[in-house]
């Protein structure tokens, strides 16, 4: 069982920054693919980052790339979400997830692919 405890969000305005982060509970935090998936009010649940247990790579949803980086540390569990340049249609509440990749360099971006997840952090933008 891995407990993962999202922090780090918060209301901010448009054009602003966050970095939200995930601290993991389970000391094999490097055996697991890691990701970030946002839902917005009334909306379903959407990939937004995924990182490979490697750290080397990485897979953004569409509506982000270039805006958010997603990070992780082994060395503190943690994995975190770098959020630049943030627009109304961020307003989300944002899970991170672990899953297992089967690959070292293999990232996982679709939900069902994760077992683990948070209770979410809240991220609001707005003016």
């Known amino acids: 069982q891995v407990l993962l405890v999202e922090s780090g969000g918060g209301v901010v305005q448009p054009g602003g920054s966050l970095r939200p982060s995930c601290l993991a509970s389970?000391?094999?935090?490097?055996?697991?693919?890691m990701g970030w998936f946002g839902q917005a009010p009334g909306k379903d649940r959407e990939f937004v980052a995924g990182?490979?247990?490697?750290?080397?790579?990485?897979i953004y949803g569409d509506s982000v790339k270039g805006r958010f980086t997603i990070s992780r540390d082994s060395d503190t569990n943690a994995l975190h979400l770098s959020m630049n340049d943030l627009n109304l249609e961020d307003t989300a509440d944002y899970y991170c997830?672990?899953?297992?990749?089967?690959?070292?360099?293999?990232?996982?971006?679709?939900?069902?692919?994760?077992?683990?997840w948070g209770q979410g952090t809240q991220v609001t933008v707005s003016s």
């Open positions: 389970e000391t094999t935090f490097s055996l697991y693919g």
């Open positions: 997830a672990a899953g297992w990749p089967g690959d070292y360099y293999n990232v996982l971006s679709r939900a069902h692919d994760y077992d683990y």
């Open positions: 990182i490979s247990r490697s750290g080397t790579r990485t």
